[in-house]
């Protein structure tokens, strides 16, 4: 959808007009008009919520609570126990496997906390370490997922797209991984998970790259057709050995597509809340911008240039331009290529320089989603242009989970 720059940053201004930089808002108008689009891309399939990408308790119970929605996908086994016990949610499943041995302990020693979080495995080695913590005679069983590798291994192996994650790759693989947890006592294998980060984490319409981004298409076609096959084979297979309460897939920028596919019971998406840059460059769906960072103007070094005082907020992943923070708000301001956006103050160039003062905000948006929220304490909550709530994120309640 268009966006009106000048009347959005008329307004974040005026909410915030109390506040000093740096400070970061959600703007709750936008992020419920993401979740309701992203419902809605889902063909009646759940959404798992990504914590990962909110990092905000508050903002995890409102996309919980609107329909379509159900369920977390934590990325830490500490953070699924607090958010078990502080009550988002009562199904969460641990993206990713764990060797934390004190989240494990409290896990097993608690019957409620066992029948809430489900444990993600690609090797029985994981089973080993939860077995030394605590034996399987003495706790309830534990629920497992199992993460079958997405990416896409075209002539004959000798090509990888996509991330690498698990070593759990054929159809074969997952029914004999399966077939060992359904073997061990004190597990319950209840899912399988597999995302596909080469389709819903790889934008298809990098501004600027249309040859790669010709390219990333021609490649996400082929891999989509082939996890098609791959998925239902290791399903079936998965399903000799357990009755499988869901199969998840996906990501904010596949929701469509990896709800598709018959074999998948939900989606996860989480990005696509808050609409971080990286998803400008996709062409199937872009999220409405609802989560910003403001930095002051501290100094205006020369004609055509205006400096903030802070700024280098860089997302994780490759080293690229990508990763780096966009200012956004007023339109027309870039950063320096020799100097990018520094810990402590980001130079900043365009025709809109000209026209800031010291003093002046000026609005980024974050590469990535909720990796903003490692650099404040709290988010405040902008409707209109109020601000209507002021919430704490997750390094504001005291927990760094990565």
């Given at each position: 959808m268009a966006i009106d720059r000048d009347k959005l940053r008329d307004r974040l201004d005026r909410a915030t007009a109390h506040l000093d930089p740096p400070y970061a808002v959600v703007d709750l108008t936008a992020f419920d008009t993401n979740a309701e689009a992203l419902a809605g891309r889902s063909g009646g399939k759940p959404l798992r919520?990504?914590?990962?990408?909110?990092?905000?308790r508050e903002l995890l119970t409102r996309a919980l609570k609107r329909p379509g929605w159900h369920g977390v996908m934590a990325f830490t086994l500490p953070e699924a126990?607090?958010?078990?016990?502080s009550g988002v949610s009562d199904?969460?499943?641990?993206?990713?496997?764990?060797?934390?041995?004190?989240?494990l302990a409290e896990l097993a020693a608690d019957p409620v906390?066992?029948?809430?979080?489900?444990?993600?495995?690609?090797?029985t080695g994981q089973l080993d370490l939860i077995d030394a913590v605590r034996p399987p005679a003495r706790r309830p069983a534990l629920r497992i997922c199992?993460?079958?590798?997405?990416?896409?291994?075209?002539?004959?192996?000798?090509?990888?797209?996509?991330?690498?994650?698990s070593p759990v790759h054929s159809a074969t693989a997952a029914g004999a991984l399966a077939a060992a947890v359904?073997?061990?006592?004190?597990?319950?294998?209840?899912?399988?998970?597999?995302?596909?980060?080469?389709i819903a984490g790889l934008g298809d319409a990098p501004p600027g790259q249309a040859v790669l981004g010709s390219a990333i298409r021609v490649a996400q076609r082929g891999s989509y057709r082939e996890l098609l096959a791959r998925r239902?084979?290791?399903?079936?297979?998965?399903?000799?050995?357990?009755?499988?309460?869901?199969?998840?897939?996906?990501?904010?920028?596949?929701?469509a597509a990896t709800s598709a596919d018959p074999a998948v019971t939900e989606v996860t998406a989480g990005s696509g809340l808050y609409g971080p840059t990286l998803f400008d460059a996709y062409r199937a769906w872009q999220p409405t911008p609802a989560a910003f960072f403001a930095c002051?103007?501290?100094?205006?070094?020369?004609?055509?240039?205006?400096?903030?005082?802070?700024g280098g907020w860089i997302a994780s992943g490759q080293a690229a331009t990508s990763r780096l923070p966009r200012p956004w708000l007023p339109e027309g301001l870039k950063l320096l290529g020799a100097e990018g956006a520094g810990e402590v103050q980001t130079p900043l160039a365009g025709k809109a320089a000209d026209t800031l003062r010291v003093g002046d905000r000026v609005w980024f948006r974050h590469a990535k989603a909720g990796e903003l929220c490692e650099h404040v304490n709290e988010v405040h909550l902008v409707e209109g242009d109020a601000v209507v709530a002021t919430v704490p994120t997750y390094r504001g309640e005291g927990h760094a989970f990565l």
């Open positions: 919520v990504a914590s990962k990408s909110v990092r905000v126990l607090w958010l078990v016990r199904d969460v499943l641990v993206a990713y496997p764990t060797a934390h041995r004190g989240g906390l066992a029948d809430a979080v489900t444990l993600m495995i690609d090797d199992l993460d079958l590798d997405a990416s896409w291994r075209p002539l004959g192996g000798r090509v990888h797209v996509g991330v690498r994650r359904a073997g061990r006592p004190g597990f319950r294998l209840v899912g399988l998970m597999s995302y596909e980060a080469q239902f084979a290791a399903v079936t297979a998965v399903r000799e050995h357990a009755d499988l309460e869901f199969v998840n897939g996906g990501g904010t920028g596949s929701v002051a103007v501290v100094r205006r070094p020369a004609p055509g240039l205006a400096t903030v005082l802070g």
